[in-house]
Nanobody, 121 residues
Framework: QVQVVESGGGLVQPGGSLRLSCGAS????????MGWYRQAPGKQRELVAT???????NYADSVKGRFTISRDNAKNTVYLQMNSLKPEDTAVYYC???????????????WGQGTQVTVSS
């Protein structure tokens, strides 16, 4: 079995910073892409940022220049550094890992349980 667990959410004032972490553990052969998504109340889940195993990144326009995604392949961990936070960044943030459990097996997507980020004064 594979587990994906996020941490680091919380309450922060506008303009502040938070760093989210997400670790994958269990029967993992290799992780390809990892990413962060978020879902605000009443809205659909949306992509925030993704990163490949080689370090190529992709960001939503709304977070470019403010958020930075990074990963530690040795630890199967991805991070999201969030700076200059705005009230509209308030959401539950989810981590997703695309991975294989065997060399020749298919890719699977695993999601974490989510961590709440609230930006408010």
């Amino acid at each position: 079995q594979v587990q994906v667990v996020e941490s680091g959410g919380g309450l922060v004032q506008p303009g502040g910073s938070l760093r989210l972490s997400c670790g994958a553990s269990g029967r993992i052969f290799t992780i390809t892409n990892m990413g962060w998504y978020r879902q605000a109340p009443g809205k659909q889940r949306e992509l925030v940022a993704t990163i490949t195993s080689g370090g190529s990144t992709n960001y939503a326009d709304s977070v470019k220049g403010r958020f930075t995604i990074s990963r530690d392949n040795a630890k199967n961990t991805v991070y999201l550094q969030m700076n200059s936070l705005k009230p509209e960044d308030t959401a539950v943030y989810y981590c997703k890992a695309n991975l294989r459990t065997t060399l020749a097996g298919p890719q699977y997507q695993y999601w974490g349980q989510g961590t709440q980020v609230t930006v408010s004064s």
